[in-house]
């Protein structure tokens, strides 16, 4: 453990200083560039910010209307729209360097990708909340590997079989993958990333996972439920820690890798329907002294102080207009601390957010 914390440390980027507590953000209205070849985004499932600065995306467009990608029937209904790719690079100025994906051979594609990350040396892990299965690609698009089985659900304390897969993370130097699944199964699983080898797995608080629980009342003023309800989101620190979004029980937990349970904290624990806690990210100064965590059902972004926890802040609001939400589904962090959002449901956008006000420590 002490060797992997020191790698971690090693591979920490030199990057910008945190935002104070409450800091404001400030919408950055002209990221991204209007996209090419007439291309829109379906519901925004999945974004990651990789280590060029470049934020990738996943969308599904299956929900798409007639009326909004009218150019890609057959006779066109009208001049625009098409549905991009399913996975998109955008560059930070907000041009998009390329988009793949779609069934291809050799290995199934599903309808519903879910979740996407780039790791150290350049794969890009997708995931999905239907199909069961996680695919690893080369940077370009091209198929390395599939972990798990279309259509095929063991259950939670399946080692060889995925339920609904909705986010990844690799830590820079490890051949450890650590997936949140989360939407059928109620475990983070851990699988060695080269070979997709089954390493171990843990549901809340580090314990097996039940997957006959039944959680009784929900709310405030409710207890914390014995097991996740839906893993949704999973991100590393540099000194070993993983932070787990567990959505409708509306909580981040947090582990050391080898599942061990250190903490937990609620967030807006009134909430009902999806709940509030959907993906987690963290400011990029040296200590990472802040965590981000989109909450798509209060469409916003909660900022909370990392060493305890505690809510100092948040952004957004619910609306249509820039620099609001409608369902925050994922987000990502920049060397620069920009952080970035993308939409499900109608909201159907990506957007970046700029740290204004005073900015306290120093990077690196």
Aim: with cysteine; aromatic share 10%.
């Amino acid at each position: 453990m002490f060797a992997l914390l020191a790698l971690l440390n090693a591979c920490a980027p030199e990057s910008a200083a945190a935002p104070t507590p409450g800091a404001a953000f400030d919408v950055d209205p002209s990221w991204p560039q209007t996209f090419p070849d007439n291309w829109i985004l379906g519901q925004v499932t999945g974004l990651h910010v990789d280590n060029r600065d470049h934020v990738w995306v996943v969308h599904q467009s299956v929900v798409l209307s007639e009326a909004e990608a009218g150019a890609s029937l057959d006779p066109p209904i009208s001049e625009c729209c098409v549905p991009a790719p399913p996975v998109l690079e955008i560059d930070s100025e907000g041009r998009v360097v390329q988009g793949w994906g779609g069934p291809g051979e050799g290995y199934f594609w599903p309808s519903s990708p879910h979740g996407v990350f780039v790791d150290h040396e350049d794969n890009v892990w997708i995931g999905t909340n239907s199909f069961h299965q996680i695919m690893k690609f080369t940077r370009d698009g091209r198929h390395l590997m599939t972990i798990g089985e279309p259509e095929v659900n063991g259950g939670s304390n399946a080692p060889d079989r995925l339920g609904g897969p909705a986010a990844v993370f690799r830590y820079p130097g490890s051949d450890e993958i650590f997936v949140a699944d989360g939407y059928r199964n109620r475990r983070v699983v851990v699988y060695d990333a080269n070979t997709g080898e089954y390493l171990r797995h843990w549901g809340a608080y580090g314990q097996q996972p039940d997957d006959d629980y039944r959680r009784g009342e929900r709310g405030a003023d409710a207890p914390p439920a014995e097991q996740f309800a839906t893993v949704h989101g999973i991100v590393g620190s540099h000194d070993g820690l993983l932070y787990v979004a567990d959505r409708s029980n509306n909580r981040v937990q947090v582990f050391h890798t080898d599942g061990t349970f250190v903490t937990e904290r609620l967030v807006a624990p009134a909430t009902l329907a999806s709940g509030s806690s959907f993906s987690v990210g963290l400011s990029p100064d040296a200590d990472q002294t802040y965590l981000y965590l989109a909450d798509g059902t209060n469409h916003k972004v909660w900022i909370l102080r990392r060493a305890d926890l505690e809510i100092v802040g948040s952004f957004g609001r619910g609306g249509r207009q820039v620099g609001q939400f409608i369902r925050v589904h994922n987000l990502g962090v920049d060397s620069q601390g920009n952080v970035y959002t993308g939409e499900a449901a109608d909201g159907r956008r990506v957007q970046r957010f700029v740290p204004s006000g005073d900015v306290s420590g120093a990077g690196g």
